[in-house]
């Protein structure tokens, strides 16, 4: 996602921060979660995520977690621009 302001990313770790920790806490089909910055562009920020599976892990627990509910409009606020993709892991590497 691309946010409009360095004070937004400022804005976006603190919300995010305390989401990490639930999800590192509580969720055991989350296999990563993280947060990343671009080295290129300051304004940039990546949120990188593993599950064990789509449908249970992600969809059901992660997504409907009360602090997902809590996060979601936060970042809405900052009206940054999100695009993301998703992926089926190939075993190929590590992460």
């Known amino acids: 996602m691309t946010f409009r302001r360095s004070e937004d990313v400022e804005i976006f770790k603190a919300a995010f921060a305390p989401l990490a920790v639930v999800v590192k806490e509580n969720e055991a089909g989350t296999l ?12 940039m920020v990546l949120i990188f995520e593993r599950y064990v599976d ?15 509910q ?13 695009s993301g993709e ?8 590590f992460v």
């Open 32 to 43: 990563s979660y993280g947060l990343a910055i671009s080295d290129k562009d300051p304004l």
């Open 54 to 68: 789509k449908d249970d892990a992600y969809l059901r627990v992660h997504r409907s977690s009360k602090s997902f």
């Open 70 to 82: 809590v996060f979601r409009p936060q970042l809405a606020a900052l009206k940054a621009n999100i």
């Open 86 to 93: 998703s992926y089926i892991e190939s075993d190929l590497g």
